[in-house]
């Protein structure tokens, strides 16, 4: 029986790796830069990939928002990236590479972030 859906073909071989187009190419699909990212630096890509603001991020780790928009702009900067949503989008597809456990601190207030799960992500 003939294939029905042939761009389903199309995202199999995304996921699989195999496809040759430039979303692979990028460098959202580039770790290299993760390893030069600090502790603090892998929190705040942690709280990123959760889509918090610099608001949110800064109240959860107990900093300004200042300081929180310095550390997204470092991660920017050394992940090669153009954008906080391409960061967010790294921290999504590496994962892997910048959770090392207990690594962003729970937030017990009544405004909690109900996304954290038991590790911390």
Avoid: F, W, Y
């Avoid at 389903?8 to 430039?22: M, N």
């Avoid at 991660?75 to 967010?88: F, P, T």
């Amino acid at each position: 029986m003939p294939d029905q859906h042939p761009e389903l073909a199309d995202l199999d071989a995304h996921s699989a790796g195999t496809c040759d187009c430039a979303l692979l190419r990028g460098a959202v699909n580039d770790p290299r830069g993760i390893g030069t990212l600090t502790g603090r630096e892998r929190q705040v890509l942690t709280l990123l990939g959760h889509g918090m603001p610099n608001r949110l991020i800064a109240r959860r780790l107990g900093i300004v928002e200042r300081t929180a928009k310095a550390h997204v702009a470092s991660i920017v900067d050394k992940l090669g990236v153009s954008s906080r949503l391409e960061a967010a989008l790294m921290a999504h597809l590496h994962h892997p590479l910048i959770c090392t456990g207990d690594i962003v601190p729970r937030d017990t207030s009544p405004r909690a972030n109900i996304r954290t799960t038991a590790h911390g992500c």
